[in-house]
Every structure is written in structure tokens, then in C-alpha cells.
């Protein structure tokens, strides 16, 4: 089993709202990334948790918080979002030094 | 320091006729190489992986990649395009420092009926 389950998989929100993106996979792997997909780009690394703690944050806005409550599970929570913060929000995980496996994202439109 | 080159933003195909899609890595050491396929709304799909084992490494649906150390490549190949491989690939290689991934910037394949 390679599934990586991203919800939910539309989101709206205003720039005033919080809402959160979840993430979970059951391979074992210890690592689990974020990324933010704009259109006809490759994917942007945000955050990678390593073993539960955040080993990398490629300097994203504080409005994007993430969170790894335990091995399998990986959040993205939001808050007063801005419209150019509207794309496809991946999340993936991996044995470290192995294969990255992505789940079918998350599309978020900020109004 | 890692990176991925994919050479051709676009390639245009006729069904049946062969797929090549160019990728150039550079890499200070022995590189984990991917490629993926993302079909429009969705996530990224693994095609195939090279981690030094054999050259020439095949994946799903007909597509395979040979690693040539030489060129510092892995082009990714298909004898007959078809039509529902039309979807964008990116080359991807791994880096043992910080688990990091890094991406080129993506092929967009189309394929002509």
C-alpha cells in the first residue's frame, strides 16, 4: 500500500477564516512533507518532518502552520490567508533516503 | 549541491510514435532518480526510480529511463505514445542531505491523435 489520503480535497476559505488541511499514511515512513503546487509549476518544498519534528521550513509565512501530532499523521492548519496563497497543497511522505510517495492534494481557493 | 534540468518545457507527440523526455541531473555523489507523472488535478504519480542497481530501469505503463553517468542523464522513454499519457512529468532527484527532493521545472507532454 502506497497511499498517501489528503482532506479534504476542495477548500474555500476567506482571509479571515482558519481552517486546516490534513494528511495521514500508513507505510511507516518518519518523513512527511508540504508542498504548494501552483499551476503549470513544479511542486515548492514548505515544511518536511523528520521523526515528528520539523527538520525543514523553507522560510513560509507564518499564516501556514504545520503540525505532526504523531508518525502517520501531518497537518497543515490556516489562517488569514491571502488570495496568491490559492493552489494544489501536496502532501507526501518517504523513508528517509527512499522514494516519495504524494497523496491526490488539497485545492485551496482563498477569497 | 543537487539540481534537475528538464530540457524541454513542451513536447508534442503523434500516438503510436515514440515519447523522449530529457532530464540532466547534477549531483556531487551516487543520485536517487525519479520521475513522476501528474495528470491534470491530481497528485504526483511515481513512474520509475533509479537507485543505482541497473542502468536501465523500467516503470509503469511502458515508460523506462536509463541513468548514464557520463552525461549526467535520465531521459525517460516510451516506444508508442498514448493518448492517455498526455500529462506533465517532472525528474526529480534526491538529496541525503536535510531528506530533501528536488524537482525540475516539468514537461508538459501532448499527445496528437
Known amino acids: 500500500d502506497t497511499e498517501v489520503t489528503q482532506t479534504p480535497k476542495h477548500l474555500v476559505m476567506g482571509m479571515t477564516n482558519k481552517k486546516s488541511l490534513k494528511c495521514e499514511q500508513h507505510m511507516g515512513h518518519r518523513a512527511m512533507y508540504w508542498y504548494k503546487q501552483k499551476a503549470k509549476k513544479p511542486p515548492e518544498l514548505m515544511f518536511v518532518y523528520s521523526y515528528e519534528k520539523l527538520s525543514i521550513n523553507e522560510s513560509v509565512p507564518s499564516r501556514f502552520s504545520p503540525e505532526c501530532p504523531n508518525s502517520s499523521l501531518l497537518n497543515l492548519h490556516l489562517h488569514a490567508l491571502q488570495p496568491e496563497d490559492s493552489a494544489l497543497y501536496l502532501c507526501?511522505?518517504?523513508?528517509?533516503?527512499?522514494?516519495?510517495?504524494f497523496g491526490e492534494g488539497s485545492w485551496l481557493t482563498v477569497v | 549541491a543537487q539540481s534537475v534540468t528538464q530540457l524541454d518545457s513542451h513536447v508534442s507527440v503523434s500516438e503510436g510514435t515514440p515519447v523522449l523526455l530529457r532530464c540532466n541531473y547534477s549531483s556531487s555523489y551516487s543520485p536517487s532518480l525519479f520521475w513522476y507523472v501528474q495528470h491534470p488535478n491530481k497528485g504526483l504519480q511515481l513512474l520509475l526510480k533509479?537507485?543505482?542497481?541497473?542502468?536501465l530501469v523500467k516503470g509503469i505503463n511502458g515508460f523506462e529511463a536509463e541513468f548514464k553517468k557520463s552525461e549526467t542523464s535520465f531521459h525517460l522513454t516510451k516506444p508508442s505514445a498514448h493518448m492517455s499519457d498526455a500529462a506533465e512529468y517532472f525528474c526529480v532527484v534526491h538529496s541525503n542531505t536535510g531528506n530533501q527532493f528536488y524537482f525540475g521545472t516539468g514537461t508538459s507532454l501532448t499527445v496528437i491523435p
Open positions: 533509479y537507485t543505482s542497481a541497473a542502468t
Open positions: 507526501a511522505s518517504s523513508r528517509a533516503g527512499n522514494t516519495i510517495y
